[in-house]
Nanobody, 128 residues
């Protein structure tokens, strides 16, 4: 059974950091493109970052560029989203996603339609 499980969310003060993890089971994550999305209350789910299966290409939304870093650890079958310099507007439920066929080019924002497997989400709240 293909499964993605996020962890690492929580409450953090503005300027703080969190590292989200997304552990995969039932498939080998290294063959898949990975995406991180977020959804704030009343807003659509937006693509924050993606990583190609080769790890050669990454995409970051302008709103997180320079603050967030996506990475994968093939030995642990896990992907990460390191989030630094967090802002209140980063508050959202964060989801990881994987897809065998999607190509993360680094220039085009990922969309929800591009990914077939999703985690359940983890809440990130940035507040003082």
């Amino acid at each position: 059974q293909v499964q993605l499980v996020e962890s690492g969310g929580g409450l953090v003060q503005p300027g703080g950091s969190l590292r989200l993890s997304c552990a995969a089971s039932g498939f080998t994550l290294s063959y898949y493109a990975i995406g991180w999305f977020r959804q704030a209350p009343g807003k659509e789910r937006e693509g924050v970052s993606c990583l190609s299966s080769s790890n050669a290409y990454t995409y970051y939304a302008d709103s997180v560029k320079g603050r967030f870093t996506i990475a994968r650890d093939n030995a642990k079958n896990t992907v990460y989203l390191q989030m630094n310099s967090l802002k209140p507007e980063d508050t959202a439920v964060y989801y990881c996603a994987a897809d065998l066929y999607y190509f993360c080019s680094g220039y085009v924002p990922p969309t929800t339609h591009d990914f077939g497997s999703w985690g359940q989400g983890t809440q990130v709240t940035v507040s003082s």
